[in-house]
């Protein structure tokens, strides 16, 4: 079964970058059977798709987002990482990693969230 | 706003049954892209409750339904218990294969 634990600063000063990771444990990063992803919810909002990749390194990104987001892997370290740069404060959420698992691409692994807050 | 459209909220009392729209278009639900469904307990991530329009993973109660119609997809809840007190998410895809997420719908128990 599938763990994914997110980390990274819980405070970022406005027009910096925003820089989380992933850490994947009860399987690989590398295989084939899994997209990458991250989610994120601002404080009592919904779920807003920031992206996702693919084993292969392919990118799916948000539209809206798709100027300030980077997402990549690390194999090495079976874990994935996203950077949001130029954030303001309307960045400021609970951010979610997950896995697409087969082929119905449903997010069906979750790490626990992690809170950023974007502000001097 | 959201591509697709739940509604904010609904209600039902204990042992009711109670449905969730997510209504979408032709250029996502509508073009056959699965749909699906998340629970969200007040403090918690979302869990995965329906897959592929219509499919429980493992351990999730034969009470939670999931459908599927043109450009809609509904949700259904029998046997309504106070647990089942959370928000609500549909989840679909786009041509590009962007994931896109209803606003959400907050469910209240009586």
């Known amino acids: 079964q599938l763990q994914l634990q997110e980390s990274g600063p819980g405070l970022v000063k406005p027009s910096e970058t925003l820089s989380l990771t992933c850490t994947v444990s009860?399987?690989?990063?590398?295989?084939?059977?899994?997209?990458w992803g991250w989610i994120r919810q601002p404080p009592g909002k919904g779920l807003e798709w920031i992206g996702s990749?693919?084993?292969?390194?392919?990118?799916y990104y948000n539209p809206s987002l798709k100027s300030r987001v980077t997402i990549s892997v690390d194999t090495s370290k079976n874990q994935f990482s996203l950077k949001l740069s130029s954030v303001t404060a309307a960045d400021t959420a609970v951010y979610y990693c997950?896995?697409?698992?087969?082929?119905?691409?449903?997010?069906?692994?979750w790490g626990q969230g992690t809170l950023v807050t974007v502000s001097s | 706003q959201s591509v697709l459209t739940q509604p904010p909220s609904v209600s039902g009392a204990p042992g009711q049954r109670v449905t969730i729209s997510c209504t979408g278009s032709?250029?996502?639900?509508?073009?056959?892209?699965?749909v699906h469904w998340y629970q969200q307990l007040p403090g918690t991530a979302p869990k995965l409750l329906i897959y592929?329009?219509?499919n429980r993973p493992s351990g999730v109660p034969d009470r939670f339904s999931g459908s599927k119609s043109g450009t809609s997809a509904s949700l259904a809840i029998t046997g309504l218990q106070a647990e089942d007190e959370a928000d609500y998410y549909c989840?679909?895809?786009?041509?590009?294969?962007?994931?896109?997420f209803g606003g959400g719908t907050k469910l209240t128990v009586l």
């Open positions: 997950a896995t697409e698992t087969g082929t119905t691409l449903d997010f069906d692994y």
């Open positions: 009860g399987g690989s990063i590398s295989s084939s059977s899994y997209y």
């Open positions: 990749i693919y084993y292969s390194g392919s990118t």
């Open positions: 032709s250029s996502n639900i509508g073009a056959g892209y699965d």
């Open positions: 592929g329009n219509s």
């Open positions: 989840q679909s895809y786009d041509s590009s294969l962007s994931r896109l």
